[in-house]
């Protein structure tokens, strides 16, 4: 029932669909972002670009990664070299993006008991849009209301997640790296 690969491949399979579905949310979501300051005659914040970037890189790689393995024409130490790298980007895009939004309180945003430090965030991002062709501010825009603010904590957990999975991908890959060369030891000995 595991396939050919047993319960490593099986696995391997699982954690890919997983990625693909993380991170095509992360895209819809920073391109809706990116999208909402463009209409507004702002350059988009370099950390939602980077953000988009970084996950259409991967998604592609998911994909591709995924028939090469339906296939089993998938090399798995290569595998395991990107599946490695792109773990490193995407604890940058976790941290970048999570830097400031772990000290924001998401529900406190647009509440009469908001504090003036959360007013004068308001009023900079307001000053920042007013202006065209001006360079959305990151650590400004994520405050602006509580929809933006829970929808980049999304991206941020979304991205920790992708962290965890390229990881456990990157060990899969390896032992079923171990398993074919071992494999192909056996049948030129036997």
């Known amino acids: 029932m595991a396939g050919p690969n047993g319960a490593l491949g099986a696995t391997f399979k699982i954690v890919r669909i997983l990625q693909t579905i993380s991170l095509i949310a992360i895209i819809g979501m920073a391109a809706n972002f990116i999208s909402q300051m463009v209409s507004n005659n702002n350059a988009p914040s370099d950390v939602l670009v980077g953000t988009l970037s970084v996950t259409c890189i991967a998604v ?68 920042s849009l007013s202006m065209d062709g001006s360079k959305v501010q990151y650590s400004n825009w994520i405050g602006a209301n509580k929809v933006t603010c829970y929808e980049m904590k999304a991206i941020w957990g979304l991205s920790i997640a992708l962290c965890i999975l390229f990881a456990f991908s990157a060990i899969c890959s390896a032992c079923l790296w171990r398993r074919s060369k071992a494999g192909a030891r056996k049948s030129v000995e036997g």
């Open 60 to 127: 592609l790689y998911c994909a591709i990664t995924y028939i090469l393995y339906l296939d089993d024409n998938l090399p798995f130490l290569i595998t395991t070299g990107m599946d490695g790298a792109l773990l490193l980007a995407l604890v940058v895009v976790a941290v970048v993006v999570g830097k400031p939004l772990s000290y924001l309180n998401c529900q406190v945003i647009g509440s009469s008991s908001v504090s003036q430090s959360t007013y004068q965030l308001g009023l900079e991002l307001k000053k």
